[in-house]
T-cell receptor, first 114, second 114 residues
Framework: DTGVSQDPRHKITKRGQNVTFRCDPISEHNRLYWYRQTLGQGPEFLTYFQNEAQLEKSRLLSDRFSAERPKGSFSTLEIQRTEQGDSAMYLC????????????FGSGTRLTVV | AQSVTQPDIHITVSEGASLELRCNYSYGATPYLFWYVQSPGQGLQLLLKYFSGDTLVQGIKGFEAEFKRSQSSFNLRKPSVHWSDAAEYFCAVGDQTGANNLFFGTGTRLTVIP
């Protein structure tokens, strides 16, 4: 297993466009998390899945954001009608769900909205 | 509510010198605590974790951290810093319920000078 993979690594988009990011977790991990990290800040929780079920969403996740994890494998995060404030690093992480081991993070997708 | 404070935004040390990065947390019960390291443009790598037992925990790359309940602290230490240790370091507290979210501090940027 090569760890958590995220695609693309970088995305530049014009304001108002839609973007979609993909995350492939470690195969035996049933929990998948999305975090957002802005410059000079620590990562902030957006949402998480246990298998295919999206169980919690942060208030940071506006209506323009949607995440899916079909079949409990990879996950996608879509941002509709992007705004400049959406520019950030979007990090995906996975875990086995006990909470004790921490997460394994991907390398992130850097979004720039121009 | 859970929170993490990293009081030092930026620390500069000479190569070979010792290092201590401070972390204070707020959590209602015995916390799960983590230190992650992030190189520029990369995801986060787990250095070490604490959830019970011995309060001095050893991690990768020669790092260690000590949990002090009385001070609500989990400071990261390394006896001799290498130039490759230059990075951003994040302390996190893990929520033991529900999503097992991680709450991150704002990070400490470490610069190593020759």
């Amino acid at each position: 297993d090569t760890g958590v993979s995220q695609d693309p690594r970088h995305k530049i988009t014009k304001r108002g466009q839609n973007v979609t990011f993909r995350c492939d977790p470690i195969s035996e991990h049933n929990r998948l998390y999305w975090y957002r990290q802005t410059l000079g800040q620590g990562p902030e929780f957006l949402t998480y899945f246990q298998n295919e079920a999206q169980l919690e969403k942060s208030r940071l996740l506006s209506d323009r954001f949607s995440a899916e994890r079909p079949k409990g494998s990879f996950s996608t995060l879509e941002i509709q009608r992007t705004e400049q404030g959406d520019s950030a690093m979007y990090l995906c992480a996975s875990s086995t769900g006990t909470g004790r081991e921490g997460y394994t993070f991907g390398s992130g997708t850097r979004l720039t909205v121009v | 509510a859970q929170s993490v404070t990293q009081p030092d935004i930026h620390i500069t040390v000479s190569e070979g010198a010792s290092l201590e990065l401070r972390c204070n947390y707020s959590y209602g019960a015995t916390p799960y605590l983590f230190w992650y390291v992030q190189s520029p443009g990369q995801g986060l790598q787990l250095l070490l974790k604490y959830f019970s037992g011995d309060t001095l925990v050893q991690g990768i790359k020669g790092f260690e951290a000590e949990f002090k309940r009385s001070q609500s602290s989990f400071n990261l230490r390394k006896p001799s810093v290498h130039w490759s240790d230059a990075a951003e370091y994040f302390c996190a507290v893990g929520d033991q319920t529900g999503a097992n979210n991680l709450f991150f501090g704002t990070g400490t940027r470490l610069t190593v000078i020759p």
